[in-house]
C-alpha cells in the first residue's frame, strides 16, 4: 500500500476543502446545460464518496490503524464489521475508475471548449 491510504485521506481532505470554496462562491459559477451539472455532481460525490468507502473499509476490517504519513488518525476496533468490509471492497476500486473516467472526460471537455474558443481554461486560469 505504501503511502495509498495517506493519500486517499489528504484527497479526502483536500475534497472537503473544494466543496467548501464551491459552495462560497456559488454564485459565481457560469451557466451550464442539465448534463454539466449533472457531471459536476457526478464528479463531487465520486470525490467524496471514494476515500469516504476506503475509511469504512478500513474501519470495518479491524487490521489496524489508519496512519497517516505516520500519525495515526483512526485507531482499529477489535472485531470486524462484515458490511463495511463488503461495502469498500464492492464500492472502492470500482468508484475510483469511474472517478477517473469522469475527470480525463472533464478535462477533455475543457480542451474542446477551449479549441472552439471558448476560452474556458483561460477564465479556470483567472485570465
Known sequence: MGYHKSVGFLL????ALRLV???ANWRNRPYGS???KLGYAALYVLMAAVPVIAMIRQYGSARGDLEVFGITVMHKIEQPIEWMTQLGNA???KLA???FVLA???IAMAVLHQLRGEKIINRMAGK
Request: hydrophobic fraction near 75%.
Open 12 to 15: 479526502l481532505v483536500l475534497v
Open 21 to 23: 470554496w464551491a459552495l
Open 34 to 36: 442539465l448534463a454539466v
Open 91 to 93: 464500492a472502492h476500486g
Open 97 to 99: 475508475y469511474l472517478l
Open 104 to 106: 480525463f472526460g472533464h
